[in-house]
């Protein structure tokens, strides 16, 4: 049986590390929501179902649901042949794919500092102060520590953690096109400052099975409604 991936449709959001793991490996998936938010929701709200997930995204196989995307990839990885085979490190792979959930809430609170239940304009002042926080320290301060991690790698400069591709690989592409989009201005000298994320981006950017991928009409095009969100007024290069 495939697979069944369950997130927002018309978003790429947190669904999207689930789906650079599945379509790296090729593997056999359906994106449920694409086609019925119903069928994800009847799960959420279950009065039965053991173990719920709070929210999206989750997976299923078979009779299992499993949550959370760090938790979904610990799961997903050895499967699919994206985590090292060493026990030690898969829990450093699971670390750091923690260390990214984290990133994403700062990120995500760039456009929404205040409420998630208030539109952007409710709470632009706010956000405008938020992000330049943001690109002026906690930018930095991530990307500088993914870029030592890869530097550090005894096994080579464009893998995060062992000798092969890694799903925490896949998830770091996704955030540096994620930043791209949000934060142009900011990220305008990313590449030299960050020379090993920027080999990283470019090497899985190139894997035959993730160009197929971005050139898909299964691939989401980042907008306002997801994680990141380009404002003009919240980006700079200062």
Do not use: C
Request: proline fraction near 6%; hydrophobic fraction near 40%; charge should be negative.
């Amino acid at each position: 049986m495939p697979y069944e991936l369950y997130y927002w449709d018309g978003i790429p959001g947190r669904g999207e590390f689930i789906r650079l793991a599945l379509e790296e490996a090729g593997a056999d998936y359906v994106d449920v929501a694409r086609d019925s938010t119903a069928a994800m929701m009847k799960i959420i709200n279950s009065r039965t179902e053991p173990h719920i997930p709070f929210a999206p995204p989750f997976l299923r196989d078979g009779e299992m649901i499993v949550s959370h995307v760090a938790n979904i990839l610990l799961y997903l990885g050895p499967k699919l042949g994206l985590a090292p085979k060493d026990e030690r490190l898969r829990y450093a792979a699971n670390g750091l794919q923690l260390t990214i959930a984290d990133f994403l809430v700062q990120i995500h609170d760039t456009h929404h500092p205040i409420s998630v239940s208030q539109y952007y304009e409710d709470q632009k002042d706010a956000a405008r102060v938020r992000a330049a926080a943001f690109i002026a320290e906690r930018l930095p301060k991530y990307l500088g520590y993914f870029e030592r991690v890869l530097q550090q790698n005894p096994h080579g400069d464009t893998r995060m953690v062992g000798n092969g591709l890694s799903y925490v690989d896949l998830s770091l592409f996704h955030v540096i096109e994620g930043l791209r989009y949000a934060f142009p201005r900011a990220m305008q000298d990313y590449e030299r400052q960050y020379p090993a994320l920027d080999a990283l981006h470019d090497a899985v950017g190139q894997r035959p099975n993730i160009k197929r991928y971005l050139a898909s009409r299964r691939r989401l095009a980042f907008n306002e409604s997801g994680i990141f969100r380009h404002y003009p007024e919240l980006d700079t290069s200062d």
